[in-house]
């Protein structure tokens, strides 16, 4: 199904080279049209696997009445279904998703803003995702769910999340989890939760604490954490005004004086976020915006894929 949208993050001649991809599971999920992911739940009209005894609240319809009257008791009969992809893109708010966006001060020309970069992704994911005939929704985390699409795929649904992710402002907000909680919340059926970040919160054991009930539910979880190459390495030069993007004031300062220390704590940071997310069972990228993003996207789909 093609997306229909005027957003100036789509381009669809450069997305033409990965339109024949396909954004795919690495584990089993529940759908509920015909489509060719493997579905968590077993159950349709699909190849005939086993019988499993009944729990209270499950369909009737899935009963096996002939079993029933046979022996009295409640079987419910298991099928290997495939189904369509449920995908929700959650793109961090947070100010923190704003450096970069001041070109003069990077020394690195072809790097965008951190939410420039999620933005340019989540609007190619959200089209390559609808034209596998497959269900997108969009989620923006702050303090709170700033906004939330439940997962469809006609034209107008689609657009209508790339009108949003082109709006997309960032707010001072240094935590994320309550955000997540809210969108569990709302999101009954289970899928794939694909979240652009830098993971630069207050919160971060409390936002992997919050993506656990994801996995718990049997979700699919996805991290690509997005890093500017100037916040890897600080820039060279004789003194700096650092400037905190979500209300922590400035720091003067010689990169010299810092830098070590500097660009230990932050590969430390590194290594914790991945730790905390694979340690979460999510599946985890670290994403640098130095690179170009369909190189970035492309290198996803296809080690996706498999």
């Not at 004789?238 to 979500?246: C, D, I, K, N, S």
Request: net charge neutral; hydrophobic share 40%; proline share 3%.
């Amino acid at each position: 199904m093609i997306s229909q949208s005027r957003s100036r993050f789509l381009d669809l001649a450069a997305l033409a080279a990965l339109e024949q991809k396909r954004f795919t599971t690495r584990r089993r999920i529940e759908g509920s049209y015909s489509g060719r992911h493997l579905s968590r739940v077993q159950g349709g009209a699909g190849e005939f696997v086993d019988y499993r005894e009944y729990t209270g609240g499950e369909d009737l319809r899935r009963l096996d009445w002939k079993v029933f009257a046979r022996t009295g008791k409640a079987f419910v009969r298991l099928f290997q279904d495939e189904t369509n992809l449920l995908c929700t893109v959650a793109v961090d708010a947070s100010g923190s998703m704003r450096f970069g966006e001041d070109a003069s001060l990077s020394t690195s020309a072809s790097a965008k803003s951190k939410l420039e970069y999620a933005q340019w992704i989540a609007t190619a994911l959200s089209h390559i995702i609808s034209r596998g005939q497959d269900q997108v929704g969009l989620a923006v985390l702050g303090n709170e769910l700033k906004e939330w699409l439940a997962p469809g795929g006609t034209p107008t649904h689609v657009a209508r999340i790339q009108e949003i992710l082109e709006q997309l402002k960032t707010q001072p907000t240094t935590q994320m989890a309550g955000s997540l909680r809210q969108l569990f919340e709302r999101s009954p059926r289970r899928g794939v939760l694909l979240i652009l970040s830098d993971l630069l919160m207050d919160d971060l054991q409390e936002t992997f604490a919050a993506l656990r009930l994801f996995r718990h539910r049997g979700w699919e979880v996805v991290i690509l954490h997005l890093v500017h190459p100037d916040e890897e390495r600080l820039p060279p030069g004789v003194a700096f005004r650092l400037r905190g993007l979500e209300g922590e004031g400035d720091v003067d300062c010689s990169p010299a004086e810092i830098a070590t220390q500097y660009e230990a704590r932050f590969a430390a940071f590194l290594t914790m976020a991945r730790q905390l997310a694979l340690g979460a069972g999510c599946d985890y990228r670290m994403v640098s915006t130095a690179i170009p993003y369909l190189h970035t996207l492309g290198e996803f789909l296809i080690e996706r894929a498999g």
